[in-house]
RNA sequence: CGGGGCGUGGCGCAGUUGGUAGCGCGCUUGCUUUGGGAGCAAGAAGCCCCCAGUUCGAGUCUGGGCGCCCCGACCA
């Protein structure tokens, strides 16, 4: 490609709306345009990169025998009604109708599609495995889009889909899949690590991600320096030293206008971990006290799991007012009969505990959980902090923020039951598929590499990614010998089918130079008037050393430096 | 959905007590220049987000919308 000729529109400036440094970058180096919240162009450069991260991809699934179709992003109301997820997608689903006013949705993902193909092929145990993937556009009406092209409401992914007969084929195609995406993020050049997650809307019986350590991550991960325990905040956690509880006879207090846990703490003198949080939420329309020690943070995630549902809210004053009698910030299960109690573990046995006296302007103290109310069910339901003791081996846990860019899942026959997805086995039986679901997000990998790979000049592309492996740089194109010197190399680069890029454009040095650390080339060839004064041409490595040798060299010496950082390590 | 900020040539921004819009970058043309975002000269380019008001007169004041960004909530 000839610079002159190519659509590279760079930015000096950072554009205002950009914050991450990987947004910025995109914007400058010309590789993407915003078309409205959440919603990107791909100019080509961008679009290139992204071939090379699709290339990579497209490699190691079939490499671990997963085989490549196309699904619509178009697809009925029905299905998604089959599952629930119709309900469950509630607003993050681009919803519209046909000319008959029928129903249909954009995919935010293709479980259902997938499965609605399987039921419908009548599957032997014999076919099984099998593992179908795709690269295609989702959509997703985020709630607030952000970071560039990393939370989007139109992206990219690779998702795949297997079938296994048992549990065991599950197991074995879900570890083919982790090794690939260890693979392919490898291949992209990426920091990377793999947390136990959280399966959410997806269902199933347990679920991987693959992080990228960001001060922007939108995931908080418990990780375990010591023995590799590593989870999203999602669902980790820890073992907290086991409180000391004073026991004593239950009593009322005043406590007027003191609401917050700080407060009420700072009135009566006592430490925020000796205060009960009270909240009252309502799961599937029906109050329930959930319970969490003061000094604790309640974990939604960790909530919707013991609720059993996604169905559930804070209760309004109103509501509040109504189970309990009094306002939020005096309220607590004691006394309070017919409403489901749900409590955070470390609650179990604790006494000595302060909580609302369902008493305008009182709180009660001394509350013993084992007498003075009847807990229905305990569960880990509170945050893990930061330096608290790993579970497994009881050194510091350090939460990191983390930008998700894989999610594996253990689906086990969530769709194929609600679908009647079937395959009939050996014994002329029909049952349900067992199933995997494994995303990757095409544009967070591009975004995610410029975060790990850039310095104050741009982009610093490996290899592996770079839209173009090498710019020939012609320092004045109104030199006739510096054309004919990069003329010759640019064509001999281009007959290796070597990605290269020749600056033919009418500029100034210095100009190129930017030009091309910005957009973040991993390999230089200068072809100046100082150069070729010695009879040698440059060949600079982006942010790194710089080598002279006469042109006729040059192609040899390019090749060379691809092929070690291509495959790094041989 | 709560909180904050911003909408003025393609981009980054300025615009005073209300008086008919400007700077830098970029773009076009010419000349000079050519090793880290050149200089001079001449140009083109603006529904000042939209709609209503107030006013002789609104980029500026008032009201109502819309859009975009950030923080939180939410979220494979």
Known sequence: MRWSKAFIPTLKEDPSEAEMVSHKLMLRSGMVRQLTAGVYEYLPLGWKVLLKVTAIVREEMDRAGAQELYLPALCPAEIWQETGRWTDFGDEMFRLKDRKQRDYALCPT????????????????????????QIQVKFRDEPRPRSGVLRVRHFIMKDAYSMDRDQAGLDASYLAMKEAYVRIFTRCGLKFFIVGASSGLMGGSGSQEFMVASPSGED?????????YAAN?????????????QDGPLEEVSTPEKRTVEEVAAFLKVPRSQLMKSLLYMADGQPVFVLIRGDDELNESKLQTALGTAAFRPATPEE?????GASVGFISPVRISGVRIIADRLLQNAAGLVSGANKDQHHLRNIFVGRDLKVDCFFDLRSVKNGEPCPTCGQPLALTQAIELGHIFKLGTKYSQSLNATFTDEDGIEKPLIMGSYGIGIERIAACVIEQSHDKDGIVWPLALAPYQVVVSAL???????????????AELAGARIDVLLDDRDQRPGFKFKDADLIGIPLRVTVGEKGLAEGVVEIKRRGGETVKLPPAQAKQKVQELLSVELFPGK
């Open 320 to 324: 509040v007012q109504k189970a309990t």
């Open 220 to 228: 908080s991960c418990a990780v375990c320096q010591a023995c590799g």
């Open 110 to 133: 293709h479980e259902e599609v997938i499965t609605d193909l399987a039921r419908a092929q009548k599957l032997s145990y014999r076919d099984l495995p099998q593992n179908w993937y």
């Open 233 to 245: 905040s999602e669902v980790a956690c820890s073992k907290p030293a086991a409180p000391v509880y």
């Open 476 to 490: 004045n194109v109104n030199n006739p010998e510096i054309m004919k010197a990069a003329e010759g190399l640019y």
